[in-house]
């Protein structure tokens, strides 16, 4: 069974920053796949960041020049950068993982980003 555990969220003002966490229960590197998305109210889940383990990373039009992921395998976590954050990135964020075609989805994290 894997967990994934993300952190990180909260109230921001528009053109903030936030960073989140998702600390994962295996290395990291040892997924297929991992990815960050967000969920708004009312709205379709939104793939935003797509890490392959070639470390290939795909990013979303919304945000891409704003957004960023790192890794740390030291800690099994990965990292999602968000800068000039705006009100409509106010959503719910999700960490998900792929291992032996296994999905995995963490509980994910409020971000409100106020005007």
């Known amino acids: 069974q894997v967990q994934l555990v993300e952190s990180g969220g909260g109230l921001v003002q528009a053109g903030g920053s936030l960073r989140l966490s998702c600390a994962a229960s295996r290395r990291i590197f040892s997924f297929d796949h991992m990815a960050w998305y967000r969920q708004a109210p009312g709205k379709e889940r939104e793939l935003l960041i797509g890490i392959s383990n070639t470390s290939s990373i795909t990013f979303a039009d919304s945000v891409k020049g704003r957004f960023t992921t790192s890794r740390d395998s030291a800690k099994n976590t990965i990292y999602l950068q968000m800068n000039s954050l705006k009100p409509e990135d106010t959503a719910v964020y999700s960490c998900?993982?792929?291992?032996?075609?296994?999905?995995?989805w963490g509980q994910g994290t409020q971000v409100t980003v106020s005007s």
């Open positions: 998900y993982a792929v291992i032996y075609n296994f999905e995995y």
